[in-house]
Structures are given as C-alpha cells and as structure tokens.
C-alpha cells in the first residue's frame, strides 16, 4: 500500500506527524512550566495589600481574657511582705513539685471551672472574663483591707497554642506575652510549607461552643479578622495542598517529566 504512495508526499506525510510529536512535547513541557507559575500566585501572603499605604487602624484586638482551665501567676507584695507571702502561695504545688510542670516552679492558681481561684483569707474570687489587669485591680481591692501598700502582679502561666498541618515544626506552643497574632504562632511553627494551602483553619473553644474559622492568608483583611489574635489553647491548622505527595519525594516532578519524554521520544522515534 505504501509502495504506491509517492516518496515526496509519503516524506511529507511523515515529516508532519514527527512535527506534531514535536508540537505535542513542546506543549506538554509548556503546561509544566506555566501551570508551576501560575501554582506561584497562590504561595504570597496578603496579595491584595496596598504597599503604599502603610498605616492601618487596629480596631480588632481585645485584652487576653481569664477563662476556666488557665493558671494565674500570682504575686503579691507590701509593706509586710510576710502577711503578703502567703498569698504567693502555689495551689498546684505537691510536697514542693509543680504538677502542671515539674520543671518549672512557678506560683500559680489555677482557675476552675465555675471561672474562681481560691485564695488564703479572701477565699473564692470570681476572675473568669476578666482581664489579667482587671483581676489585678480586683485582688488590689480586697486586698487592701489586710495588706498596706498592696501590689499585685498576675501572669497567664499555661497560655499557650497548638499549630498542626503543613507547617515546618507541628507542636503546641507556649506563649510569654498576653497576646500571640496569626502570623506570630505561624512563625514559631516554622511557617507554611511551599505545599500548603494558604486558607488555614483556627478552632476555638469558648463558653462550651467549639468555633471552625476559616482565615486567607492571601487576603489583607487578615489583619482586621477577630480572629486575628488568637486566644489561649486556640488550634490552627493548616491542610496541606494537593502537591504535598510530591513533596515527599523530591525526585517525583523529575522523574514524571523524564518519563513522559522519554515515552514522547520513544513515539516520534517509531513513527
């Protein structure tokens, strides 16, 4: 049948259809490197972010809250420090051992779940949704019946958050200060890996409700988010993206594209 063909139009026939191999793995290796480019525009936070303007009002953040569960660092002191020692008395304390932690001997309270700590002479306080300065400003009060010149210091000890997912380093997280942003748990994580998505999720526990909140890390209204600073035993997860298989292998991309090449070659070559 092909003897009848003539040579021109059979070399013909023949140049196009190596020609379309060409076109065929030339479009292949496009959609690679583009499709790679175009997975980039989803890596930057705050993409919509006016760089220009550099000054935004925080209207979102609000004093770090007591709630049951936390462990108040309690110190009190005076004109007579040992009337005011035995209030820097710690409750989680067991023949001298810290039960929260027996590597670190901090004075604490630990506030139960009616939102109280109980404390020598003054007995049950009510400090659940107070600020840490108001339960200071509280304790100064009922205290200054016993005790001249009364100051009292209160810490969060156990203040802390867990971040999970694609991340660098997974963990829970303790926290110093009385307040911890997004970006700031993120970082003590490591950050995001290249192969996460950037639509993470923080769950809350608060007044028996469990709350799902899901947060773009590609948007500017981040920064105006009430979630954007996190709360005490807050979770953030982040989900990892569909390429994370990939990642485990750090050969797979090359290996995938060596194959499909060489199965193009393989076509042109037998043609």
């Known amino acids: 049948m092909l003897e009848s063909v003539p040579v021109p139009i059979l070399f013909i026939s023949q140049f196009i259809m190596k020609l379309s191999n060409y076109y065929l793995l030339a479009g292949i290796l496009y959609l690679v490197i583009f499709s790679s480019c175009n997975n980039y525009k989803k890596v930057p936070y705050f993409q919509d972010l006016d760089t220009l303007n550099t000054t935004q009002k925080i209207k979102n953040f609000s004093p770090l809250t007591v709630q049951p569960g936390d462990i108040l660092a309690l110190n009190v002191s005076s004109s007579n420090p040992e009337a005011s020692s035995i209030f820097n008395y710690n409750l989680n304390t067991v023949n001298g051992t810290n039960m929260v932690n027996p590597n670190n001997p901090v004075i604490g309270y630990l506030v139960t779940p009616k939102g109280e700590i109980v404390l020598p002479t ?58 911890c942003t997004l970006n700031e748990a993120l970082t003590m994580a490591g950050d995001l890996n290249i192969t996460a998505l950037r639509n993470i999720l923080i769950i809350r526990e608060k007044d028996g409700n469990r709350e799902f909140i899901h947060i773009d890390l590609t948007s500017k209204s981040l920064f105006q988010s009430p979630y954007y600073y996190l709360k005490s035993n807050d979770i953030v997860y982040v989900p990892p993206g569909k390429n994370k298989f990939a990642s485990v292998d750090n050969n797979y991309r090359t290996i995938s594209l060596v194959l499909a090449f060489l199965s193009i070659v393989a076509i042109v070559v037998t043609r």
Do not use: H, W
Not at 131 to 158: A, D, F, H, M
């Open 122 to 179: 003054l007995g049950a306080v009510k400090v659940s949704d107070l600020s840490l300065s108001g339960v200071e400003s509280l304790l100064r009060t009922q205290l200054t019946p016993y005790l001249k010149e009364c100051v009292v210091n209160v810490r969060l000890i156990n203040f802390k958050i867990s971040v999970t997912g694609d991340v660098q380093r997974p963990g829970v997280y303790s926290v110093q200060n009385e307040s």
